[in-house]
């Protein structure tokens, strides 16, 4: 069996779909674990939660994690809902912040205006989300973890935003750290992988980065053998 991790795909529906069905090739018994940040800056946000759903369906073991763009979303949604309209709609704050990356081209992908018009089943899955997946080997997370604190587990904020940490391998019981958010250059992300004494792995290599070079590709790592493959982008033209 197989467990593949795949990173941030962004809104990049037909990325996403050939890396599925043609690079990995699930099946039934298999695990993905994605690392969040499904939606902005790509074309077809809604797209990739829809195909993510089916495969729910399909695959029983697959876990869904939390990135800081879904996190933009949820709390644009709640404040709206809650009518704090001084707040969203100033440019210092969430709202602001999430269109700034990318949240007009996931409201465009539901073909709404206004984050309240999204429907209800696709905030229900964004809130059910996890941070954080444990194995054997591995603490999979999105962006990082903050080593600082005696329990690293306590920082959820730091699960989805953190951009740099040092891993204290004592405290995950001497696992390796993986994980997506930063993008990085591919040759980059393969030095981590082929290096086992590299306390972490990280695998974001900037799917929608097209126009740079050694990055634009989504990829998925399979964590038991360290199998690396790619899917360079075909949404982003």
Known sequence: ??????PDIHGCYKTL??????????SKEDTITFLGDYIDRGPESKKVIDYIMELQNEIPNINCLRGNHEEYML????????KKWHSIFTGNNTFGLWKSVGGNDTLKSFNVKKITDVPKEYIVWLENLKYYVITDNFIIVHAGLNFEKEDPFSDITAMTNLRNFDVDK?????????????PLSLDFIESLVENTNSPFIAIDNGCYHRDKANMGSLLALEINSLRLVKQHNIDII
């Open 170 to 182: 004592a405290k995950i019981g001497n696992r390796r750290v993986i994980h997506g958010h930063v």
């Open 17 to 26: 779909k050939n890396l599925v069905e043609k690079q990995i090739v699930p």
């Open 1 to 6: 069996m197989n467990h593949w991790v795949i």
């Open 75 to 82: 709390e644009s949604f709640h404040a709206a809902q809650n």
